[in-house]
């Protein structure tokens, strides 16, 4: 189960660019607009009110703080503003009334009046006049009496504050950039977590490739201990299930293009051949094969040569071209075909995939298209007993994987498993670790060869330098394959 530690980290990653991009358009645009808005000052002044003269100074307090909200209440009135207004040609009560506001503070006899306005000395000189006219009209109508504490001419605006209002800006693009984030992964259709592809398609994760960052792409497979280890994994699930249930036809496949198929297919034969088994690997993607560049071998005659050749002279060859690794072969695609899904569906396929299932191979591992975008896929699956179905977790939804368990699953093939690539989720930490502090032996590809192979494949011939060197060679370029 996946920490949910790890599924915040991971979102954190995935939307940090949207996080950021609503900071900064949020917080730039609210600090560019309150930079150019025109500063607003307060001017601010104080009433004291003292109510009758009782025959004690409690008695006139007490008066005084009940009546001090009713008289504040009466100086946004129409008698207190009309002499104001009369000074002022061309101002309405109502702008004057939106200029004010009137505070009454509790328990105190004071009355805090303020008045904001573009223009300082205007809002002073208003704030000093309103006071005045409330104070005549209190002094001389009501029992009360009112002192005036005049207002000073602000200096400082009240707002914009740029700073501040950038950082509400901010808040405000943060807020809105999380309430997408959450919508998108609502709609969004991929992977949550690896335990998913046993919940929702009911398939087990024979390993989880983690995602390579820039310059891990340009080192061999060897140089990452994460993913060689992966791989590993992956080349020992599938001698486990076939101790189980034997096999020996394997398609490597995904549901749509781009996600690493023929990658994980090269990576699995090599390290199934590295432990002593020999492999034939077949690049079976007549319409885009990959393969003949990666291992530097002639593309021809390849499958689709063999499959013309059988439809001219029904003489099959299936021989794939040695590599490097003594039990490695290849088969390539050959010449590209205009009738691919055609080609494969005939009969004369048939025979091949006959022929070949009964090759002096342990495992026959495939590459083939992706199984949604074209036919090939489906085609191939009824000739090919296993089936690995190859997971981008970074794009591809579930719906699409779920489209592809059922196309695959209207064919012969048994689906063994998924292999998640390119994994988002930060759950190798303690896996780095553990592989940073395990001690590597420099030791030579050769000795790795000899120890793994057994004494048969040893007796057969030994590994000369040269052929170490171009094995070395051969692994710097695992990571390379174009990912069709």
Known sequence: MQNPLSRYMMLAKRWAWLLILGVVICGGATYAVSKIMRPTYQASTTLILTVGTGPSAYDTTTATLEALPTYASLIPTPIVLNPVLAQHPGLTIQQLQGMMTVKPQSNTQLIELDVENTNPVLAAQLANEISQSFAQYANTQLSGTIKVLPAQTPIVPIKPKPALDAAIGALVGLSLAIALIIIFEWLDGRLADPDEVEEKLGLETL????????????????????LAERCRTLSSSLNAIQAAKPFKLVMVTSAL????????????????????????????????????????????PGLADALLETWAHLDINIDGQPTEIPT???????????????????????RLFRNLAEAPYDYIIFDTPPVLPV??????????ETTILVIDASKTSLKSLSHAKQVLNRTSTEILGVVINKSPWPDYGDIRHYMSEVRQPKES?????????????????????????????????????KED
Not at 274 to 297: C, E, M, W, Y
Not at 328 to 350: C, E, H, Q, R, W
Not at 375 to 384: S, V
């Open 328 to 350: 490695l072969f290849v088969l390539t695609g050959g010449a590209i075909p205009a009738n691919a899904a055609d080609m494969l569906s005939s009969s004369i396929s048939k």
């Open 445 to 481: 590809l050769l000795s790795v060869m000899q120890t793994e192979m057994s004494p048969d494949d040893r007796s057969n011939g030994s590994i000369d330098k040269s052929e170490e060197n171009a094995i070395t060679a051969s692994i710097r370029n695992h990571n390379q394959i």
């Open 207 to 226: 390993t989880i490739i983690p995602h390579l960052s820039r310059s891990e792409r340009n080192k061999s497979i060897e140089e990452i201990p994460v």
């Open 375 to 384: 036919a090939d896929a489906q085609i191939l699956a009824g000739f090919i």
């Open 257 to 300: 293009p781009g996600e690493g198929k023929s990658t994980v297919a090269a990576n699995l034969a090599y390290f199934l051949a590295i432990t002593g088994k020999r492999v034939l690997l077949v690049d079976a993607n007549l319409r885009q094969p990959s393969l003949d560049q990666h291992f530097q071998l002639d593309n021809h």
